[in-house]
């Protein structure tokens, strides 16, 4: 058979299969609303085994609903030992997360390589958290669970047997011609003959959001301290520096929980000894001791890199990677042979002595130090794989010293990835812009990790003042002084207002301690973007028309992305500004709104135009809003002592807020130890506000104080 005819025979079995040949994908149901589709031959590695956390079991308890996307339309292939995805996407439908994107919040559209890197100013896929997890606004998520680099269309390729193919226009005569038509799907390319798909319901995007993050264990559950605030001191600080440093917070009365060594208290650092510099800290013990003293614990910066001059280095040195860091080897920490030597280490030199955590860094990128693609691992894990992982890897296994001393910790990491929600630790890194600082915590909310837009330096006291206000309403509370030697106080013309903006976040501890325990317990992120906010946007199921965005916001809030305001916790709507900003508008989602400092009424459904002046952060409360919040103080109620509260509640309607306590400090809660007090506010008889709050449960900790409630909008 020697003929054209022939050749195209063939060439039509060679791409059949790859063309139309659609395999399999086995669904399974594992909690209500929870699928887990496995397709080909899935890696054996992926990032919940590096990540090794159990589901929490808030996930059974949670409402059956349909599988919210169609199944067939979930499409898998193996073609050449690579997976081919594709996912439905529907006209009217916009897609968040795709891990911790800095300048943008609305994803679709746009075309990345997942890959864990520090951010390099562009939203390619490359950075912190490269989270292969997306929430669509019609209420479903979707996560692939692979530690490879994951090439992600996500709805920018058109397929010419599209069942929905965008129309044909003429760019010569249509103005509507458009360089970026319609496309029907997200696409995913990941270099492995298989995948574990995971389908998550809503039906708001939130729940599936909630879902997600519970199927990590649920966000994580900071000591109290840890929400209190943080300064981290010059690199080079010897111990004398520090407690000086310690004791001039105490002394000019600027609250202070943790204060962070840099890499000088290392006898050697990059790479890593692991071990105090015995010049600058001559007795560690007594260094750490004579700081809880003044209730200041003590964070350690490192990276995981490991020195010649380090006591571990032989005996790591065979479960390493064939190429170092910064001279340092780099351990397999996908072994337990390796995190063992690493993590004992840990314990024994500081977590023993009382250190309280760690800022774990530089295991993110860039490309130009980290260890190379063709780099190889003793565990036989790609050099790609370790490097998806590392992140989790080092957050998981210093997380389990302090467990197993029963000490909470709350640290810093520069790279994490789905499945380490409950590992508490914040990311962080050194680009330093504070837009993309608050685009990036909003984008945190649909990663499942924390991120904090943290203060270093400043060229002016208004810069110093607007970049401390975000990371008061951040997850870590933190001056970066590392390279400054920068303090709170440090311009002095705004000193009183810094001082005051710290003593609000410690006021406020209440509040935030419940909110991370929603976290916890029900996986809702503290930190979040308003297009998961009910009321914020209109049905995107509708078809939109074009309008006057001043009397429809909503127009706005679904066709542009809003990146510069953001929600903390169940009622706080925060609307920052930056340097040179006098006046902002905020999009207020619909119902009423109102001021949290006066209680006024702020605007309902409608885009405010607001002067703040400097000293404050405009913060908007949901009408109904309950804050608890704790009289001042310089460091964050220690386990058992009981604290005061004033429950503010704000707006017309009535009010109800679960408040969450437990010792703030050890790991008890997970054996039962905590409670759930009912706080609620209703009008009497006479139209007047009254409040309660629920007696603590007999035998669980129980620190409220006296109670007085301040109803702010009379
Ligand atoms: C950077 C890190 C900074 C600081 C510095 C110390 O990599 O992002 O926050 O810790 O190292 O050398």
Known sequence: ?????????????????????????????????????????????????????????????????????????????????????????????????FGLNFQTIHQRGRIMQLHADHYGKSDNGRTHAPVPFYVSSLGYGVFVNSAKYID???????????????????????????????????????????????????PKP???????????????????WGLGFTQRVHRLHTAAQVKEEAKAFEEKGYPLDFIGLEPGWQSKSYPCTFEWDKSRFPDPASFVKEMDQMKVKVNLWTNPYVSPDASIYKKIAPFTGSHTVWNGLVPD???????????????????????SGYKIDEVDGFDSYLWPDVATFPSGHTSEQIRQTYGLLVQKHSFEVFRRNNARTYGLVRASNAGGASFPYVIYNDNYSHEDFITALINSGYAG??????????????????????????????????????????????????????????????????????????????????????????????????????????EEAVTKEVKDQYMAGEYLLVAPLFTGQTTRRVILPKGKWYDFYTGKLAGDGEVITIS??????????????????MPAALHAPLSGEKTDLEIRHYGQKNGNYKLYDDDGESFAYEKGAFSWRHINVERDANGKLKGTISTGENGKPSTVGNVTWRFMTE
């Open 449 to 554: 990790v924390l991120w904090t837009p943290e203060v270093r330096a400043s060229k002016t006291a208004e810069e110093w003042l607007r970049r401390f206000q975000t990371v008061c309403f951040s997850p870590m509370a933190m001056i970066n002084a590392w390279s400054s030697g920068m303090q709170p106080w440090t311009f002095p013309e705004v000193a009183p207002q810094i001082k005051a903006l710290a003593e609000l976040r410690m006021r406020m501890m209440p509040y935030w301690y419940t909110e991370f325990a929603k976290y916890h317990y029900n996986g809702t992120p503290p930190f979040r973007g308003m297009n998961l906010e009910e009321g914020f946007g209109a049905d995107l199921k509708k078809e939109k028309t074009p309008t006057n965005l001043e009397e429809n916001p909503y």
């Open 612 to 629: 703040p002046g400097m000293d404050q952060i405009p913060v908007f409360v949901k009408d109904g809003g309950i804050i608890p919040m």
């Open 206 to 224: 939130i729940n599936a959001i909630e879902r997600f993050n519970l199927l990590s264990g649920g966000g994580c559950l900071p000591p109290r």
């Open 333 to 355: 920490l996908s072994m337990p042979q390796a995190r063992k030597i690493l993590f004992d280490q840990f314990e024994k030199d500081h977590v023993k002595i009382g250190v």
């Open 1 to 97: 058979m020697r003929s054209p005819f022939r050749s195209f025979f063939l060439l039509f079995i060679t791409l059949a299969p790859a063309l139309l040949n659609a395999q399999p994908i086995n669904w399974k149901e594992i909690f209500p609303g929870v699928w887990k589709g496995t397709a080909g031959k899935p890696d054996a590695y992926d990032l919940l085994k590096a990540a090794e956390t159990p589901p929490s079991p808030a996930l059974s308890k949670l409402p059956e609903q349909a599988f919210p996307i169609p199944k067939e339309e979930i499409v898998f292939r193996v073609q050449q030992g690579k997976t081919y995805l594709r996912f439905p996407l529907e006209k009217a439908e916009q897609l968040y997360g």
């Open 152 to 202: 992600v269309y996500a709805g920018s390729g058109v397929r010419k047997d599209s069942k929905n193919p965008p129309k044909v226009m003429d760019r010569n005569t249509d103005k509507n011609w458009s360089a970026h038509p319609y496309s029907d799907a997200v696409e995913m390319l990941i270099p492995a003959e298989g995948i574990e798909i995971y389908v998550f319901a809503g």
